[in-house]
């Protein structure tokens, strides 16, 4: 499959910091990126995506960013909440447009 | 939880047994996935659908079958069931290519 992986495993930010967690991709044909976030528990759920003609995008709270050059994405959370604690991964779409893979997900800890 | 539902939601199951996992779905969503979630590998695909009938394998295939005899409801079983299939099992559906997948709720299975 395709090599989708996480810098850090763990993350710990204090409450009303923001937070960045990255993610390393090996397919330069990827063209579509979506960010999940798991609760303890629970399936994942999606945060926010973008695709490969796009650089930056921002929701609310939460901005990814696309550097294709190094082949990198990464997730930026503004403010941090306690809610915001859990695991984020970012996943890769084949070329098929159908096959997601995924990195190893990097755990957030939000310190109160 | 995009009206999916996984079921059993928790199994344990002696080894050499078959198990069957199910999935429904509620989206008339055309691709289902299965994938298995296991610690240091993240999410990886089993299998999935693009169709009634219409199966492919995805990277770790091996041990699993699946059936889509409906559009809502897509099955996998695990023929004879190992320890190393000891994991958590999530249904994925998406409406098209390069669309984010919608999760269930998860099924831990336990092969002792």
């Known amino acids: 499959g395709e090599n989708v992986g996480l810098h850090l495993p763990t993350l710990s930010v204090q409450e009303g910091d923001n937070s960045i967690i990255n993610c390393a991709y090996s397919n330069s044909a990827s063209d579509y990126f979506i960010w999940y976030k798991q609760e303890s528990g629970k399936g994942p759920q999606f945060i926010i995506d973008i695709r490969s003609n796009m650089d930056k995008r921002q929701g609310q709270r939460v901005t990814v960013l696309l550097n294709k050059t190094v082949k990198h994405l990464s997730l930026q959370i503004a403010a941090t909440q306690p809610g915001d604690s859990a695991v984020y991964f970012c996943?890769?779409?084949?070329?098929?447009?159908?096959?997601?893979?995924f990195g190893t997900g990097t755990s957030l800890t939000v310190i109160p | 939880d995009a009206g999916i539902t996984q079921s059993p939601r928790h199994k344990v199951t002696e080894t050499g047994t078959p198990v069957t996992l199910r999935c429904h779905q509620t989206e008339n969503h055309r691709y289902m996935y299965w994938y298995r979630q296991d610690p240091g590998h993240g999410l990886r695909l089993i299998h999935y659908s693009y169709g009634v009938k219409d199966t492919d394998k995805g990277e770790v295939s091996d041990g699993y079958s699946v059936s889509r005899s409906k559009t809502e409801d897509f099955l996998l079983t695990l023929e004879s069931a190992t320890s190393s299939q000891t994991s958590v099992y999530f249904c994925?559906?998406?409406?098209?290519?390069?669309?984010?997948?919608?999760f269930g709720q998860g099924t831990r299975l336990t092969v002792v």
């Open positions: 996943a890769e779409i084949g070329a098929s447009g159908n096959q997601f893979y």
């Open positions: 994925a559906i998406t409406m098209g290519s390069y669309t984010e997948a919608f």
